[in-house]
């Protein structure tokens, strides 16, 4: 490859990333600007993290984001761990396509449909949206995720493993958590965080899921940047980028964990 030729595909990678990222950067460096004014760089000041401190709205909607984002990670995880026992454990059984399609399709339908599905079943079976309905829709939306997930590592895991432990007298439920459990508690762990991070992020289902006592912390960002962007609004969106950053972090330690014990 030519000098030039590798000049330049540095040079396209080195403007992709900073496409990507040069904004994320500008918003972190403008939530520690003194001025109240977010255009106008007033010296450098941590004092709108001090002021998130007495944010009632603000620390609320995040308490509700950080509760849902566990409770719907937790549920979800689960489940994907049981459809993905299902798929790779159980062969072919009569309902595998249908069932194999009901998991995924959350993966290429638009949110804005699945979030007004939601609505329109939540509506039709009476059920007054809150904490538990937001819950049930982060849980429609990030189940197929941690499926997808703890599947891969299901198909990796040796089957002749768990086919010995039971020849030496393991019945098959044990064959699985002492045998399989173990190898793809990686893939548990990233599905985990996969779904935490969705849940956290998430706008659009919550927008259609939730109601008025349970408004989580990007609607709330939503609503106030319409009014105009307030330092303090840059100082919360870069925790919660930060977080997320965290959560990303550790899923892919534990991706890499497992590839290195593989």
């Not at 432990?165 to 064959?175: K, Q, R």
């Not at 849940?199 to 408004?215: Q, W």
Request: glycine share 6%.
């Amino acid at each position: 490859m030519s000098a030039a030729a590798s000049f330049a595909r540095r040079a396209t990678l080195f403007a992709g990333f900073v496409f990507l990222y040069a904004p994320i950067v500008i918003l972190a460096a403008m939530s520690f600007n003194a001025s109240r004014l977010v255009s106008v760089w007033g010296g450098f000041s941590a004092k709108w993290y001090a002021a998130l401190l007495e944010n009632e709205q603000l620390l609320h909607s995040a308490k509700i984001s950080l509760a849902a984002a566990l409770v719907s990670a937790t549920i979800a995880t689960l489940l994907g761990l049981l459809a993905a026992i299902a798929l790779a454990r159980f062969g072919g059984f009569r309902s595998r396509l249908p069932f194999f399609g009901a998991l995924h399709a959350p993966l290429v339908l638009p949110e804005v449909v699945l979030g007004l599905a939601l609505l329109t079943c939540f509506v039709a079976l009476g059920v007054g949206r809150g904490f538990v309905t937001l819950v049930i829709g982060h849980v429609t939306l990030t189940m197929c995720f941690s499926t997808v997930a703890i599947l891969v590592a299901l198909r990796d895991c040796d089957s002749t493993l768990e086919e010995a432990a039971m020849d030496l007298g393991a019945t098959p439920a044990e064959a699985f958590l002492r045998v399989a459990l173990p190898q793809i508690a990686p893939a548990i762990i990233t599905a985990y965080l996969l779904a935490f991070t969705l849940s956290l992020d998430d706008l659009v289902i919550a927008s259609f899921a939730t109601g008025p006592g349970a408004t989580t912390l990007p609607m709330r960002i939503y609503s106030q940047v319409r009014l105009g962007v307030s330092p303090q609004i840059n100082a919360i969106s870069t925790l919660l980028l930060a977080l997320v950053a965290v959560a990303l972090g550790l899923a892919a330690a534990a991706s890499y964990w497992r590839a290195g014990r593989k």
